[in-house]
């Protein structure tokens, strides 16, 4: 997931929505993953995958990336 996190920041969104896809499917209990699998969905436009995805995240609230999933909530709520 740190991949794909440095990928995004790299702007390349295409292959890091590849590799968070990928790992999200091989370790789908994985929060970080869903985390990263949200944040390149969003900045691969796909806004309602990326909330779904964030919203299941804040409900777990003893998550560590809990704030920065809520504040990346707001802020793809807040481009509708």
């Known amino acids: 997931d740190t991949f794909s ?3 995004l920041i790299n702007g390349d969104v295409d292959r890091a929505l590849e ?3 990928e790992g999200s499917r091989l370790f789908p209990d994985n929060l970080h993953i869903q985390y990263q699998l949200a944040n390149a969905m969003y900045n691969k436009g796909g806004k309602t995958e990326a909330i ?3 919203e299941s995240l804040v409900a777990k609230e003893k998550f560590v990336l809990h704030g920065e999933s809520v504040r990346l909530l707001k802020r793809i ?3 509708n």
């Open 19 to 21: 590799l968070a896809k």
């Open 77 to 79: 709520r807040s481009t």
């Open 52 to 54: 779904e995805i964030l």
């Open 5 to 7: 996190q440095q990928l």
